[in-house]
């Protein structure tokens, strides 16, 4: 039972989905900068321009989870929401840097 168990462990970040590492970049972004833009996102995660589309549904599960926020629906950049204000471990300085 115990090799089963480590062979799931050992492998786990190969069953990750495009969809999952864009979550965990975009909340590792949230936390360093409190802002990004989607590309930041495609650069960090090195995506090719067909992987855009998933960049951009992810962002907008995230908005409609309080993640992120964006001032209008046409803005390019993203920045700390309300949830990610409280939940996550974000500095002053970054939460006031975000809204700038």
């Not at 090799?3 to 972004?29: G, P, Q």
């Not at 989607?38 to 321009?49: F, H, K, N, P, R």
């Not at 855009?52 to 046409?74: D, F, I, K």
């Amino acid at each position: 039972m115990s090799s089963i168990v480590h062979f799931i462990e050992s492998n786990m970040t190969k069953l990750k989905t495009k969809r999952d590492k864009v979550w965990n970049a975009t909340l590792e972004l949230l936390v360093a900068q409190g802002k990004f833009k989607a590309s930041d996102i495609m650069e960090e995660l090195d995506l090719t321009e067909s992987q855009r589309q998933t960049v951009r549904r992810v962002l907008r599960a995230q908005e409609e989870y309080g993640w992120v926020e964006r001032e209008s629906r046409q803005s390019g950049i993203w920045r700390l929401g309300w949830k990610g204000r409280m939940l996550l471990n974000v500095s002053e300085k970054t939460i006031e840097q975000s809204r700038t």
